[in-house]
């Protein structure tokens, strides 16, 4: 998962076309992947949104966060 962290941070820029995929990805890896892993990939994901441009940021950012308030509330509910 490092090289994935590495890739998208030297290369946001011109992967920030593909942010709704990386998102998809990321949501769908929940359940099959362990946590520790699954937040390297968010890491990843998240250096993308990082350079989307403001007016396009928020539903990205929305939509990751959907997914770990779901976890959250799992958690705490135990």
């Known amino acids: 998962m490092r090289s994935l962290r590495g890739l998208c941070d030297s290369n946001r820029a011109n992967l920030v076309e593909h942010v709704g995929e990386f998102v998809g ?9 362990e946590e520790g892993e699954l937040a ?3 890491e990843s994901v998240a250096s993308v949104v990082q350079a989307l441009e403001v007016e396009r940021i928020v539903e990205p ?3 990751i966060s ?3 308030a779901t976890s959250l509330q799992d958690v705490e509910l135990m």
């Not at 990805?25 to 992947?33: H, Q, R, S, T, Y």
């Open 40 to 42: 390297k990939v968010l």
């Open 25 to 33: 990805i990321l949501n769908g890896l929940e359940g099959f992947v």
């Open 66 to 68: 959907r997914g770990r």
């Open 61 to 63: 950012i929305l939509v």
